[in-house]
């Protein structure tokens, strides 16, 4: 996807799970997925990014240490796993491309992208692990209130701890050749 295909229409077909909303209706197509696919997709962005590093924001830390138990536990780490599956495809297939092109194993421009690009991760870990699966489903205001509290700080923690003004600068060197649309 570029920019110019983010619109409101595609993001909400994005999120959309299909037990809890119909699909949503761009052009003469039909969409939905909730992230069954790939929310997001990694390898594209390397094929048309023109950004040297990649920010990745994971919504979903991964399962807990404690093997599920319940019919209702079980459902929910499988959700967890297929939600998380094609993502964590993508970061281990960047990775072993990274490898190959840092050991001369693939040249090209792809070869030459792979050894410049930086992948950065900021991860919501124990905080969003403490609220379990369930809380998938709240769109209580005060709960998303919570998250949103939980996700600057967790942003400014990265702001801090990483040397991030060139990948700022690269970023929004990227994001002038082709702006994301306010709506």
């Not at 229409?9 to 939905?32: F, M, N």
């Not at 990014?49 to 093997?67: C, E």
Request: glycine share 10%; aromatic share 6%; hydrophobic share 40%.
């Amino acid at each position: 996807f570029t920019n110019r295909q983010i619109t409101a229409e595609a993001v909400l077909a994005s999120a959309t799970l299909p037990w809890l909303h119909h699909a949503v209706k761009i052009g003469d197509r039909h969409y939905w997925d909730g992230g069954f696919t790939a929310n997001p997709p990694i390898l594209p962005l390397l094929e048309g990014g023109k950004a040297r590093d990649i920010l990745l924001v994971r919504l979903d830390s991964g399962g807990s240490d404690n093997p599920p138990l319940t019919a209702r536990a079980i459902h929910a780490r499988l959700n967890q796993i297929m939600f998380t599956a094609p993502l964590n495809h993508d970061l281990d297939q960047f990775a072993d491309l990274q490898r190959m092109a840092r050991a001369g194993s693939l040249g090209g421009p792809l070869g030459r992208r792979l050894i410049e690009t930086r992948l950065h991760t900021i991860d919501g870990g124990e905080d969003l692990r403490a609220f379990g699966q369930a809380s998938k489903m709240n769109a209580q205001r005060g709960f998303l209130q919570e998250l949103h509290g939980l996700g600057r700080a967790r942003a400014e923690t990265w702001l801090d701890s990483q040397d991030h003004r060139e990948a700022e600068q690269s970023i929004a060197a990227a994001s002038k050749e082709e702006p994301c649309p306010s709506s």
